[in-house]
């Protein structure tokens, strides 16, 4: 089964307007953290948001928010005021276990396309 | 916040050459690091995880033999791939895991170097 699922190959939205993007994710381990990523076309991977899985409330940076429902394993990542430069490639991730327990490793989403349009 | 350079950012070479990656930690000391590989429009993939002053960690399906990975120091690994084939053509990137104290729980990822076999 896949561990981190976006189901959304592609999204548009319009300058100013908010967007979600959806992921959901699948572990057993009572302890994890879930991530979002910018990518470019550059190619940089740019941390956008973390949760974690004890986290109380849900995340927020800027115009970041992530739609965390723990019971339905969801961690969607709500953009706020969409602006042309945040057309790119967005993978939502998990790590599995503490942080700093061994450094567990990322699985990534397969990754959604945002398009903003003027 | 913690910094890691690539070098090459991008690299052509003829089909049957080997070709080596480097991975820095500009500005701290990292004992691991990862190495992922991103085919186009595709997600990134753990290929091994690099450990300083021990062997490489590789996933499965990853061929060792293939894919050389070595930490010599606390701000470097390198990964040769050896004796390159078109099909090796990706994008590899390299990440270190997040430091302890840090306010973060994100990995640091390098800027990515474009690898094209012909």
């Known amino acids: 089964a896949q561990k981190i699922t976006q189901t959304q190959p592609g999204m548009f939205v319009q300058e100013k307007e908010a967007v979600t993007l959806d992921c959901t994710y699948d572990t057993s381990d009572p302890s994890y953290g879930l991530f979002w990523y910018k990518q470019p076309s550059s190619g940089e991977m740019i941390f956008l948001i973390y949760q974690g899985s004890y986290d109380q409330q849900n995340a927020t940076e800027g115009r970041y928010s992530l739609n965390f429902q723990k019971a339905r394993k969801s961690a969607n990542l709500v953009i706020s005021a969409s602006q042309l430069g945040d057309s790119a490639m967005y993978f939502c991730?998990?790590?599995?276990?503490?942080?700093?327990?061994?450094?567990?490793?990322?699985?990534f989403g397969k990754g959604t396309m945002l398009l903003v349009s003027p | 916040g913690a910094v890691v350079s690539q070098h090459p950012s991008w690299v052509i070479c003829k089909s049957g050459t080997s070709v080596k990656i480097e991975c820095r930690s500009l500005d701290f000391q990292a004992t691991t690091m990862f190495w992922y590989r991103q085919f186009p429009k595709q997600s990134l993939m753990l290929m091994a995880t690099s450990n300083e002053g021990s062997k490489a960690t590789y996933e499965q399906g990853v061929e060792k033999d293939k894919f050389l990975i070595n930490h010599a120091s606390l701000t470097l690994s390198t990964l040769t791939v050896t004796s390159a084939h078109p099909e090796d053509s990706s994008f590899y990137i390299c990440s270190a895991p997040p430091l302890a104290g840090e306010g973060t729980d994100t990995q640091y990822f390098g800027p990515g170097t474009r690898l094209t076999v012909l």
């Open positions: 991730a998990m790590r599995e276990g503490q942080r700093n327990s061994g450094y567990s490793t990322l699985t």
